[in-house]
Structure formats: C-alpha cells, structure tokens
C-alpha cells in the first residue's frame, strides 16, 4: 500500500507544472489596446508625453484571443505607426526600457511657474526718479599790465587754496619770489593800456524730470552755480623793499591765514633828513561794467494728485571794485579785510591803529619819519593807467520743473546761485618801504589772520653742580623756537665764569673775551638743537659761581621770558695727602665731622644724617651725603681706637671682618675670664 502511495506522489510531481503554465482554467490577461491600436493617452498642454507612459504592471496581448506565455524580461509596447499622430502635436517615442519619472514631480514643477508669474503681475514697482546733486563752479583770474621797478619787491597773488583745512601760510612767500629792477633811464614810464571782456556762463540742473505712471516718485537733489572773477589790472609800483598782495577766499577756509613778517618792509626807525627832488606823475582813467544774471528755481512742478515739496532758492552777487588808487608814500602799512561771507576768527599779532566798518577791516601804520626814494633820489616817475573791464556773468540752477501723473510725490532739492567779482584796476604807488595787502573773504573763513612772530629760548644744564679743583664740567645749552615765524640773526652765547678755565665748545662756537658765542643764523619755526662747551674748575671758592646763556634775534620777539638761564656751581678743594695709608678728606669734612662731634650729647647716640638735614644750607654737607648716609657714631663707642675724632671716612672703610674677629676674640675672652673667676 505503500509503495502505491509514493508511486502516486511521484505522479503528481510530474504533472504539476503543465498545471500551473498551461492549464486552460488560468484567467485570461484584460486586454489594454483594441482592434485599432491607439495610445493609451494623447498628451495635451498641460500634460507632458511622461504622463502617459505605462506603469511597469501593464500586460500587453496581441490580436489572438488565446493566451500565449510572454517573456518576463521584456515588454512589448504599442508603436505609434499603428495611428497617426496629429499634425499639431509632436509626441517623442517612448524607449524600450522605461525610465520616465514620476507623474506627480512634472505636476509641482507647472504649478510653481504659474503661480510666480501671478506674483509678479499682482504687485507692480511704482516708477520712481531720485537725482544726485549738481554743482557747476567757474573761477576766472585777470592779472594783467603789472609794471614793478626797484630792489627787494615782492608781489602775491591767491585766489585758491588747496586744502582749506590748511593754513595759507605766507611767511616764506617771498624768500624765493623777489623782484628787483634797477631803472636804466632818468625817467621811470610805467603806462598802460587795458581792455577786458570776460563771459561766464555757469548751468547746475537736476530737475526737469517726468513720470508717466501713477504713483510714482521724483527727488531731485541739490544745484548750485557760481561763478568766480578776479581782474588785477595796470599795477605800477616804483620804489625799494616793497611788498603787495590780495588773497581772495572765494572757498570755504578753515586754516589760518599766516601773513609775511611786516617788519621786513616797514621802516620803524628814522632814517637820515635828506632833501628828495622828485617829479612824479600819476594819471588813471577806468571804466568798468559789470553783468550778471542769475536764474535760481526750485518750482514749476506738476502732479494729478500727489504732494509737491520744493527746497529753498538762493542768489548771491558780490561785486568789490577798487579803481585807480595813486600813493605816492614811504613807510606805510596797509591790511584791508573785506568781509563779504562770514569771518569767525580774529586778527592776532596787530600793534598798530584799526578802522572797522560793518563789513571791512583795516590795520594801518605810518611812519611819519620815513622818506621816499631814498636809493634814487634823482628819478622822474610816470605812471598812467586806461582800463575798460565788461564782466558779464549768467548762472542757472534748477531743481524744479518736473512733471508727474496720478498720485504721484514731487520733491525737490535746493538752488543757489553765487557771483564773487573783484576788480583791481589801476594802482600807482611810489614809495619805499612798505606792505600793502587786500583780503576778501565770499565765503565761510573760520580762521584767524595773524601777523606771526617767533619765540625763542634756551635751557641750560651742567653734568655737575659741585666739582673738585681740575675736575671737567660740561656746559649744555638746548636751543628752540617755538613760534611761527623764523628768527634771522639768532646768536647764542654762554658766559665763561672766573672760576672756570675754557677747554673747547661744540662745532660753531667762537670763544673770545670769556664768551662762547653761536651763530644760529635763521632759526626756522618750530626747530631746536643743542650746543656745548667743556670748561676745568680752577681754585676752590667759598661762594658759588655762576655761568649764563643767553638767545638773541634781530626780528621783533614779543615773548623773551625764556630767553636767558642761569645756573650755579660750587668749586671745592680736594687735598691729597701723599705716602700715606689712609686717604685724608678735605679740612672741609673734618671741620663738619668735629662739628658733629661737639653737637652730640656723649651719652646718645645720633644718626649724622639727621645732623645734615639740618644743616643742608651749607654747602660742604652736600660731599658727604653718600658716604655717611643712616650710619650711628659716638666718641665714646668708637670702634677705632682713640678718641681722636678722626675723618668719617676712615670709619666707612673698615674692614668687616676684623670686627667679626674682634667680636669673636672678646666673646672668648669673656668666657675665659669666667672660668677663671669661677
């Protein structure tokens, strides 16, 4: 019965698997193509060819209704031969193997696209103009027919300064720039002829905008054009060791204004009476036409319904003309300061007389001792001048005229027009020894206008205020100058005293006649430097001697307080005694030693160093500070021996071990005599 059992099973092993691949009872697969094959989906728009591929779980079948086993491996997929594609679609093959992504990634990338396009449709940018500022600046310089004959002259001429942070310093203006013409003829001519026409035409706009769309914005920024003329015309100066100048601030200046040293030029002592025969001859004829024009506008603008804000308009015109001005004087001074802007600082170094109007300053001096042509006493002059000057000057700034729609906002900067003229035409002077400067100032200065000076002084040291017969004693001077102005002619000088004997002094110095003496020469501003001179004590001297330095200039120095020191030295003889053991002070130091002694009470033990203190006046203390410092004496205990008083330093050069075996001896002595006694 078994067997019949295994036999069977064996049977059915067999035949299961015809069961499972070809049994007629299998479902058959659901057909997905009919007789006419067609794509499953036709892609539209908005649905990319991706969207239609089929799934790794379709089954395509053929045309037979009968089930034919398919190769797992591999799928077969419809051709689009089978129905042609319509013309308006372009449709790509799908591949073999299907790698198409999926349906939902395509889906989120459309919907993104649409919906920032949405974005940018709902919120529009408002249009909006915003203009920086505009400035327009002319500045124009006529120095023409300028006439000067004699020696040492100087003539400046400023209308800009590079930095206004800087001081417009003049000091050393004219150490280069001197002019010196000695008149060949017995007549000095100096005629001229001038005709000038100067046009400036200056344009600052940042208006004149427009939008269009509703609202929108303009800002207009600010505007501003000047104009700057300066005309220097038929100058003639005849004469010797003059100086003329005009500064003109059409800028903003914040530095000082340093003028050249006036007592270079200005005579301040009388000179010898001499009688002066001279022809002079001085004739002017100017005219002078000045045009200006100036458009300044903030206004002029449109808007449907927006605010309109506008920024201030302003026009500015300086004219100063100084026409056909004939001096014929020496030894003068003349600084006229014209204030057509703001001046916030002051005039410092002045000593003379001041006129002041509401808006001119001027600091004059006449020396009424001075002569003129005092080196040419014998020459004709002829000065004659003919000028014809037009200025004609148009400035335009314009923030307004802007047009905007709907409700848009109008806002606009400030307008400034500014016209600075100055015309200086036909000055005769003739004269010798004198300063002549103009200053105008158009905008803001906020500095001073100085006449400088300078401000020298010394400091002297020596390397020992107390010395010893032969001893060497260096002398330092240091020297400066502290102002801001050069001192010419500056000599340093160091007096030698009796006590002293001269060794030698650094390089430059010339001893004579108990003197060291330096010459320094010009001594710049803000300089120093340092001399020396070595010197021997000679005898000794009870009393102090003293040695002095001094500084010295030939320019005028307001502040001398610094100009001399003093100091004081002390000279002691020192006595040697030779083939001796012991060196021997001074009879000074036993005279102060014994002084001590006699002052000490017998039975107390003092310190000598309160005992100098006391006596810290007199000088022959001083030696011994060092050597006797926290040190106790009593004739009595003296550990020397006889009561002989003898000099402090003998005590100070004991030996320590000889005490250490003296102590050790009577430690030992004392113990053997106690052992006796017992």
């Known amino acids: 019965m078994k067997i019949i059992q295994?036999?069977?099973l064996g049977i059915y092993i067999l035949i299961q698997p015809m069961a499972v691949f070809g049994s007629p009872s299998l479902p058959e697969p659901t057909p997905v193509i009919t007789d006419t094959p067609t794509p499953t989906a036709i892609p539209t728009e908005q649905s990319p060819p991706e969207e239609t591929a089929p799934t790794t779980t379709s089954s395509p079948s053929t045309d037979s209704d009968t089930g034919t086993p398919l190769d797992i491996g591999e799928q077969v997929f419809p051709t689009i031969a089978e129905k042609p594609k319509p013309e308006e679609l372009s449709i790509t093959p799908y591949p073999d193997t299907v790698t198409t992504l999926p349906v939902s990634e395509s889906t989120e990338s459309a919907t993104v696209d649409d919906e920032f396009s949405e974005h940018i449709e709902s919120t529009p940018i408002p249009p909006t103009i915003?203009?920086?500022?505009?400035?327009?600046?002319?500045?124009?310089?006529?120095?023409?027919?300028?006439?000067?004959?004699?020696?040492?002259?100087?003539?400046?001429?400023?209308?800009?300064?590079?930095?206004?942070?800087e001081a417009i310093d003049l000091t050393d203006n004219c150490e280069d720039v001197i002019i010196s013409v000695e008149p060949t003829d017995e007549t000095v001519n100096q005629v001229n002829d001038a005709h000038i026409q100067t046009t400036i035409m200056a344009i600052a706009e940042t208006g004149k905008n427009v939008v269009l769309l509703p609202d929108g914005t303009i800002k207009t920024g600010n505007a501003s054009a000047s104009a700057n003329l300066f005309n220097l015309v038929n100058t003639n100066i005849a004469g010797d060791n003059t100086l003329f100048g005009v500064i003109?601030?059409?800028?903003?200046?914040?530095?000082?204004?340093?003028?050249?040293?006036?007592?270079?030029?200005?005579?301040?002592?009388?000179?010898?009476a001499n009688e002066i025969k001279k022809f002079v001859e001085q004739l002017n004829e100017a005219t002078v036409i000045n045009n200006v024009t100036t458009l300044t506008n903030t206004g002029l603008n449109s808007t449907e319904r927006g605010t309109i804000e506008t920024g201030e308009a302003q026009s500015i015109i300086q004219i100063y003309d100084k026409l056909n001005t004939n001096l014929f004087q020496s030894g003068f001074l003349i600084l006229e300061i014209n204030t057509y802007g703001v001046w916030e600082g002051e005039l410092i170094g002045w000593w003379g007389e001041i006129m002041?109007?509401?808006?001119?300053?001027?600091?004059?001096?006449?020396?009424?001792?001075?002569?003129?042509?005092q080196n040419n006493e014998q020459k004709n002059i002829l000065q004659h001048n003919k000028a014809e000057i037009t200025n004609t000057i148009a400035l335009i700034a314009d923030t307004g005229n802007n047009s905007a729609s709907g409700a848009a906002a109008i806002q606009t900067g400030h307008a400034e027009t500014k016209a600075n003229i100055v015309t200086i035409a036909n000055t005769n002077i003739t004269g010798d020894n004198w300063y002549h400067i103009v200053i105008n100032i158009f905008d803001t200065f906020k500095g001073n206008i100085i006449f400088p000076r300078p401000d020298i002084g010394i400091t002297t040291?020596?390397?020992?205020?107390?010395?010893?017969?032969?001893?060497?004693?260096?002398?330092?001077?240091?020297?400066?100058?502290?102002?801001?102005l050069w001192a010419r002619d500056t000599l340093l000088t160091t007096e030698i005293p009796d006590g002293l004997e001269?060794?030698?002094?650094?390089?430059?110095?010339?001893?004579?006649?108990?003197k060291v003496s330096w010459d320094l020469g010009k001594l710049a501003a803000e300089n120093f430097g340092s001399v020396w001179v070595k010197t021997r004590a000679k005898e000794a001297s009870e009393k102090p001697i003293y040695t002095k330095s001094y500084i010295t200039t030939s320019t005028d120095e307001p502040n001398q307080a610094d100009n001399m020191h003093i100091i004081q030295l002390f000279i002691r003889l020192i006595q040697s005694a030779k083939n001796s053991d012991t060196t021997t002070s001074t009879s000074s130091e036993v005279t102060v030693v014994k002084e001590y002694i006699e002052q000490t009470d017998t039975a107390q033990q003092l310190d000598l160093q309160s005992f100098l203190a006391k006596n810290s006046q007199n000088s022959d203390l001083k030696i011994y500070k060092d050597r006797t410092s926290h040190t106790m004496y009593t004739p009595e205990r003296s550990i020397w021996g006889e009561q002989s008083h003898q000099p402090i330093k003998h005590a100070q050069?004991?030996?320590?071990?000889?005490?250490?075996?003296?102590?050790?001896?009577?430690?030992?002595?004392m113990v053997v005599k106690s052992w006796i006694e017992d």
């Open 248 to 272: 003109n601030l059409f800028d903003d200046q914040q530095g000082d204004i340093i003028l050249p040293y006036e007592l270079e030029y200005v005579s301040m002592s009388v000179p010898t």
């Open 502 to 514: 001269f060794i030698e002094s650094s390089f430059g110095g010339i001893f004579e006649q108990g």
């Open 461 to 484: 040291t020596a390397d020992k205020t107390t010395a010893q017969q032969d001893d060497e004693i260096m002398i330092t001077t240091q020297f400066y100058n502290k102002g801001i």
């Open 130 to 165: 915003e203009t920086g500022d505009a400035e327009n600046k002319v500045t124009v310089e006529n120095v023409i027919n300028t006439n000067i004959t004699g020696l040492n002259n100087c003539f400046i001429v400023i209308t800009h300064n590079i930095d206004p942070h």
């Open 653 to 669: 050069t004991a030996s320590p071990s000889l005490l250490l075996l003296f102590y050790l001896f009577s430690t030992i002595g």
């Open 356 to 373: 002041k109007s509401e808006s001119q300053l001027t600091a004059f001096y006449n020396n009424p001792f001075s002569q003129n042509f």
């Open 6 to 8: 295994l036999i069977v």
